[in-house]
């Protein structure tokens, strides 16, 4: 009953669905483009399909490597990936061409969400990480598609969310055959929602096995000689608003110490980032950007292009990871953390509790609580090489060691299709 009461709520809503897609269109034209898939009309019929779902930006890239599994293991059976946001689709793009059938994810209404079945007639549904909708789910255990909830996590404020709507949460969780867990607290929550303890594995996380682009060694050297080859660089990554700020003020602060110092500024949303280049003009530094057409020496780099992270991580000294001093729970280490650089965050970690506790057990990490402390800690790790290496190689060393889950997870998407 719970959930045919939130498909007419969510059917009174369309309309300023699609209003708040034209609203954030006004920065990122993406948003403007293929509404048809949004109501579920998939372009293609395919006889039988894999269909997996990632939301945006992180589980995208988490994605990449298992649907690179898939393909090999899989080859005649084509792979429908969907995704919530622009910037997710574009990171599946950038990674996997024409190789894979892309799409929006279909809004949750009923009717949309069994066209796009009828269209794609999946073996299995693979949903990367937390994404739980009503409707999706009971259309697939309606009509016996097998379900894997891959990747899993789930935060304590997310779990009392679901909670509080209980009854819908259970059902949703029944039309689960399999949920890979990352780790043992989140296979605690799944399991004290609802979801069969027989059902849920904990095979770690996918973000461990991350793979770094063959040619990413040649770029990271173009670019650091652009840069500077003795430059010192650390990197804000994936910054939000109201951390620039904070980035800028510990940029002014290490500049005093290091005047030869740079800071590359990586915005986590790309609709940001005039907006953010106005903003380290107006604090008074010398900017050059990474789309420019010609390089400019200045103080502050701003990386204004989709999927290059790696490649800022790869020319920096330090990696400051950011979303960890707004609300948002931080942002994904393991990129630096693969690369061998010593890490900083901020106090919000809510979202990658597992991932910080092993980074910070090994001395890979540092915490921070505002820009005087960020600064010192960069200031520290430019002046102390052998410190900087040793917390990197501590870095790279979690990441080698938790590899994994993708085979894990791999044998449990098998197990299911015939």
């Not at 708040?20 to 039988?48: I, M, Q």
């Not at 009717?111 to 949903?127: E, M």
């Not at 820009?371 to 090489?385: G, H, S």
Request: charged share 20%; net charge positive; glycine share 4%.
């Amino acid at each position: 009953m719970l959930r045919y009461l939130y498909s007419f709520l969510l059917y009174l809503a369309m309309p300023f669905m699609f209003l708040r897609l034209l609203w954030r269109s006004r920065k990122v034209p993406e948003y403007r483009t293929r509404f048809a898939e949004r109501l579920g009309f998939f372009p293609e019929t395919l006889s039988k399909s894999i269909w997996l779902h990632a939301v945006s930006v992180g589980e995208s890239l988490a994605a990449i490597p298992l649907i690179k599994s898939l393909k090999k293991t899989y080859p005649d059976i084509p792979i429908v990936v969907t995704n919530m946001t622009p910037t997710g689709r574009a990171r599946i793009q950038a990674a996997l061409g024409d190789s894979v059938l892309q799409s929006f994810v279909p809004y949750d209404f009923p009717d949309a969400v069994s066209r796009f079945l009828k269209k794609t007639n999946p073996i299995v549904c693979i949903v990367m990480e937390t994404e739980l909708w009503p409707n999706l789910f009971s259309a697939c255990k309606k009509n016996k598609i097998p379900m894997v909830v891959t990747n899993a996590r789930l935060s304590e404020k997310s779990a009392k969310g679901y909670q509080a709507i209980a009854p819908l949460t259970r059902e949703m969780l029944s039309a689960v055959n399999i949920l890979a867990s990352q780790g043992i607290a989140d296979a605690e929550r799944f399991i004290a929602l609802g979801m069969k303890k027989e059902n849920v594995h904990v095979t770690g996380n996918l973000k461990f096995d991350l793979e770094l682009p063959a040619d990413l060694a040649q770029k990271s050297e173009n670019l650091k000689n652009q840069l500077g080859k003795n430059k010192l660089i650390w990197v804000a990554a994936s910054t939000h608003p109201t951390e620039e700020e904070i980035v800028l003020a510990a940029h002014r602060k290490i500049l005093k110490k290091n005047p030869d110092a740079l800071l590359i500024l990586v915005p986590r949303h790309p609709d940001r980032f005039n907006s953010v280049a106005e903003l380290i003009k107006q604090q008074g530094f010398s900017l050059t950007r990474r789309s420019d057409a010609e390089f400019k020496p200045a103080e502050v780099y701003l990386a204004d292009t989709m999927g290059e992270l790696l490649l800022m991580y790869s020319v920096c000294d330090v990696a400051f990871v950011a979303g960890s001093f707004a609300n948002i729970g931080g942002h994904n280490m393991l990129e630096a953390a693969a690369l061998a650089k010593p890490i900083i965050v901020g106090p919000q970690l809510f979202n990658f509790a597992e991932i910080s506790e092993k980074l910070f057990a090994a001395n890979a990490m540092i915490k921070v609580l505002n820009d005087e402390e960020l600064a010192i800690a960069v200031t520290k790790f430019f002046n102390d090489e052998h410190f900087r290496k040793q917390v990197g190689d501590n870095a790279l060393r979690v990441v080698d060691e938790n590899r994994g889950a993708l085979k894990k997870q791999m044998n449990l998407i098998s197990s299911l299709i015939a």
